[in-house]
Structures are given as C-alpha cells and as structure tokens.
C-alpha cells in the first residue's frame, strides 16, 4: 500500500512539474513576443558641430531640408504625389506595399496628419557650397576628409546626433497606425569652430570671381591690420555632398588654389620688389617695356602688348609690368630672390589660425 502511495505522489509531482515547465515556457514565449520590436527606426542624418564665421554665423548647418515620414497607408502615398521625383515616389511605393514606413525629402510641405508628419532638417552645406574649399567634406562616416571638416574633426564630431524617426509598431513589427510619429536628435551640437572669414565678404569674392569667367582662379582678402583672412576662393567649386563627381574633372575643382602649390603670378612682384631694396637696387632702378622680352631663347609678354614704356620701380609695381620684373630679376639674382621669398615664408608650412 506504502509502495502505491509513493509511486502515486511521485506521478503526481512530475505531472505539475511537467505544467509548471510549460506554463514558464508559455510566458517565455510571451515575453520575447513582447520584445521583438516596439517601434521601427529610421535614420535620416547625422548633425555635428557647426563652421562659424568671425561674427559667429553659420558656414554650415544654416540651410534646411524638408524631410516627411509616412507610415504605409492610401493616404500617405497620395500625400507623396507631386512631392517627390517620380523614381522617388516608385521607391516610397514599393516599401508601403511591403507595409514599411517610409522618411524621403520632399521639395514642399506635406500637411501633417496620424499617419504622416513633416520636419525641417539642417543640412550640412549650403545649396551655393559656400568657402567649400576652406569647409571642406566629410565621407560617408561623416568623418572630416577635407579643408576644416578634416582639420577640427575631432571637436566638430563631439556630441554628433543621429535624426531619426520612430515608428511604433506591434509585437510582430507591424507598423500600428493611429499611433504618433516621433522624431528625435534634431538638435545640431553646440560645439564647433569660428573662422577669421566673414560670410559677406566669402560672398561677394566668390560672385565677383565667378563673374570674371576665370575657369581656374583663386581670390584671398585679408585684412590689413590684422592679417585675418576674410575670404578665400578658389575656382572651380565642387558639390561638398558628392565629391566623387569631381574626381575625373580636367579642371580638378577639388584643388584650393589659394593654398596649394600653384604659380602665383603677379602676386611674387611685390617679393621682387623686396628683394630688390634689400640688396641695394635703387628704386629708381628703370627699363623700357616694349611689350616683351627675351631670355634664354624664351620670349615672355607683358600684359600690355605695345608695351609701358620707360618704368621705374614705383612705375612697375603701380601698371605691373611684367617685362620690367622679369629684367629687375635679372639683376638681383636667383639666390638674393629666394632669399627674400623664403622670409616672406614662402615654401614653408603655415598653420592658418
């Protein structure tokens, strides 16, 4: 009777034993389905810190995209109609009919409702690339590769925000609709970089040397009493967001000629100059300008074809005749003249402030 009483308590104990494992399976199960997936995340763009000019305007960050994100319904395709190319809205399309939600940059509002809210993005250059070459670019990473992008990358990657959309969905990742769209790290970072360039100034250089029809130019204003550089331009410009466009360009626009090794023409005569006093060549030194001249079986131009005349110094620096520095070159000689390029720094590294 014993034996039955112990065989019996012990089927009795692996049969709730065996319901209790089940039952913890059970709500295991429950708690991953609730864990699956409560939202869905869109990332949109990454924002850094901010390229100031030296009145604390903004380089970068100061112009808006418009971005609408939609979860997938009737509505909200009908809502992208007119609003984006037509291989954009055959994107936004075939991701709704696999019951996706969708973030796209529209080209005007779109009104909000449950379903569909819109938001202004900063983005990271302007439309007309503004001192591109001074800002530089950043790569895919949205680490600095170029100009100032590359050279305070540590200080204008601190504290980069993500944008994103948040999507609420269900345990099976179902977008829910009727429920909000959230948007979060919209903020652009507040640590960033000011330059010495004024942004009125970058402006109006870069009009007036596009307007030259130069292909190939560079233009730098600085400031007298200061030596702060408030523009610098090189041309010809490039799309900061797609610089793999410019790669193969005959005209490599990725180049600043206002910083890197470029023939600097008319801007070494006042280093002639100098070169010229410091060793002891009057001021009054003088030549005839005919038009040209020849050395070593080479002929060189000046501007002026008929030519200037009879220039002194004073004459040559004010009509820069290019015949006369040629032949004041001639007379102070290679090394007097390297000499004096290299006092006013030239060939050597130069950190610009």
Do not use: H, R, V, Y
């Given at each position: 009777m014993k034996k039955r009483a112990v065989l019996l308590f012990f089927m009795i104990f692996l049969m709730f034993s065996a319901t209790g494992i089940r039952l913890y399976d059970l709500s295991t199960d429950v708690h991953k389905a609730s864990t699956i997936s409560s939202s869905k995340t869109l990332d949109i763009a990454t924002l850094r810190g901010t390229v100031y000019d030296c009145k604390m305007r903004l380089l970068?960050?100061?112009e808006y995209d418009i971005y609408a994100a939609?979860?997938?319904s009737v509505d909200s395709l009908a809502a992208f109609k007119g609003k984006v190319m037509p291989d954009v809205f055959e994107s936004v399309m075939q991701k709704m009919s696999k019951g996706n939600p969708v973030a796209v940059r529209v080209e005007s509002p779109v009104k909000d409702n449950e379903n569909i809210i819109c938001e202004r993005i900063p983005k990271r250059y302007s439309a007309a690339s503004t001192a591109c070459h001074v800002?530089?670019?950043i790569n895919s990473e949205g680490q600095g590769i170029s100009g100032i992008e590359k050279a305070y990358n540590e200080i204008l990657s601190q504290n980069n925000s993500t944008v994103s959309f948040r999507f609420f969905a269900d345990a099976l990742g179902k977008v829910m609709l009727g429920e909000s769209i959230s948007i979060?790290?919209?903020s652009v970072p507040q640590n960033g970089v000011m330059l010495t360039l004024d942004r009125d100034i970058q402006q109006i250089t870069e009009t007036v040397l596009d307007a030259s029809g130069a292909e190939c130019a560079a233009a730098v204003v600085m400031e007298i009493s200061s030596g702060a550089i408030r523009a610098c331009v090189s041309r010809p410009s490039y799309n900061q967001n797609d610089v793999s466009e410019s790669l193969d360009d005959s005209f490599s626009p990725l180049i600043n000629r206002a910083f890197l090794s470029f023939s600097v023409g008319s801007v070494f005569k006042p280093v002639v100059t100098a070169a010229a006093?410091?060793?002891g060549?009057?001021?009054?030194?003088s030549y005839k300008?005919?038009?040209s001249v020849e050395f070593n079986g080479v002929t060189f131009h000046c501007h002026k074809r008929d030519g200037h005349g009879i220039l002194n110094m004073e004459g040559a620096v004010a009509y820069s005749c290019n015949t006369y520095f040629i032949a004041l070159a001639h007379e102070i000689g290679a090394e007097n003249i390297?000499?004096?390029?290299?006092?006013?720094?030239?060939g050597k590294k130069i950190t610009l402030a």
């Open positions: 970068t960050n100061a939609a979860k997938p800002i530089g670019s979060s790290g919209n006093l410091e060793n060549i009057s001021k009054d030194f300008c005919t038009g390297i000499s004096t390029a290299s006092d006013f720094g030239f």
